[in-house]
């Protein structure tokens, strides 16, 4: 096959997957893809840029009306990914998350005097950003209230509780600093 039909080829397939997805999303930038997920919530409150890759099994869920997931251009997300927002998740540009990842703003209430945890409906929520270029690697765990510094390493199945600066590497459970990257802001 020639370069050119490859390319009408490419073209045909982003715009067929831009119109089976785009009007399910809040937005959902073109050449982004998304395949056979495994739960979309409220998905009208779920923005995601140009360029995104959403390999199957996920599970994207807000689950509330105020609620919002944000996905930046370019963010390469792995199998069996789950995000859950009760407030706000941004995850930024160039991103890179492994299978099994899970991603959330909120609890829910465990300690209510009269209800057993599964009949209390209410939620703790703290908005998760996470920044530009961060790799998150298999199975870890990013909870409520984080931030995650640009560029920086999160370990297979590290658990982060606290917030992350820029450049570092965390593994463990609780995720702690285990190295920190050099990191270049010529190259942006």
Known sequence: MSIPCKRLRRGIG???N???WSWRFGRFGFRSRI???ALLTNSSRVRIGKGVSIRKGSRIEVVSDAGVIEIGDGTSIHFDFHCGAANQVIIGKDVLIAGKVYISDHDHVFDHRE???RLCRELVSSPVIIEDGVWLG???VVLKGVSIGRRSVVGANAVVT???PAGCVVCGVPAKIVRRISIDDSAQ
Request: hydrophobic share 35%; glycine share 6%.
């Open 14 to 16: 982003a715009l067929v």
């Open 162 to 164: 606290k917030s992350v």
């Open 115 to 117: 209800l057993p945890p």
């Open 18 to 20: 831009y119109a089976r």
């Open 35 to 37: 395949s056979s997920p």
């Open 138 to 140: 298999e199975g870890c």
